[in-house]
């Protein structure tokens, strides 16, 4: 059964910096695109962030560029979003997303929520001090 599992998440203050984890399990992330995305609360689920299966194409949206770095592992099946400067209105739920993408379409990725297929159930983060 394919999963995908966040952890990471916590209580950081601002300024702060937190690293997420997202762990696959029933496949591996080889050909997989992966994406972060966030929910706040009362808030729409926002894309943040992604990286192609090739691992040479990564994109942010403009709420984290400069500050989150994604990255993969794939010898531990795992993909990071190190996320520094954190403030209080990156308080949200946490979430990866995966979507196949081999051949061809190694090098393509979009942080787009309807473009992805598989999700965890993400891991809350909290900026506050």
């Known amino acids: 059964q394919l999963q995908l599992v966040e952890s990471g998440g916590g209580l950081v203050q601002p300024g702060g910096s937190l690293r997420l984890s997202c762990a696959a399990s029933g496949f591996t992330l080889d050909d997989y695109t992966i994406g972060w995305f966030r929910q706040a609360p009362g808030k729409e689920r926002e894309g943040l962030s992604c990286?192609?299966?090739?691992?040479?194409?990564?994109k942010y949206t403009d709420p984290v560029k400069g500050r989150f770095t994604i990255s993969r592992d794939n010898a531990k099946n795992t993909v990071y979003l190190q996320m520094n400067s954190l403030k209080p209105e990156d308080t949200a739920d946490y979430y990866c997303a995966a979507k196949r993408q081999r051949g061809i379409f190694q090098n393509i990725c979009i942080p787009l929520e309807s473009w992805m297929d598989y999700w965890g159930k993400g891991t809350l983060v909290t900026v506050s001090s």
């Open positions: 990286i192609s299966s090739s691992g040479r194409v990564t």
